[in-house]
């Protein structure tokens, strides 16, 4: 025994039946999560986007520390540099007036010496 659709039937019952799932899931709210695997999905998901979002501020609050005190350190660092070379540039002035002083009487010294 074979079943036999006329074509207008056939057409019919395959229009009927790819129009359902599509009509029941309109109807149909979008329920939350029942299950147990559903919550904890859901759970850890949660989670997850917290903690990233956690990582992504600590990372932030650490940058801002971290550049603060390369600033602050640069600052002190040229500063000192700035001190230290400007006691070093009194110094060598202080040495060089020295010096010349030292050969002047020297010289004259000398001279004097040389012209008795």
Do not use: Y
């Amino acid at each position: 025994m074979s079943i036999r659709f006329h074509s207008s039937s056939a057409l019919l019952l395959l229009a009927g039946l790819s129009l359902a799932p599509v009509a029941m899931a309109a109807d149909a709210p979008e329920k939350p999560c029942e299950s147990d695997l559903c919550r904890s999905v859901r759970q850890s998901w949660s989670s997850v986007k917290h903690g990233t979002t956690d990582a992504a501020q600590w990372t932030k609050k650490e940058t801002v520390k971290g550049w603060d005190a390369t600033k602050n350190g640069a600052t002190k660092a040229a500063k000192w540099t700035g001190k230290t070379g400007e006691k070093g540039w009194d110094a060598t002035k202080n040495g060089t007036k020295e010096a010349a002083h030292d050969t002047a009487n020297w010289t004259k010294k000398t001279a004097h010496d040389i012209a008795q």
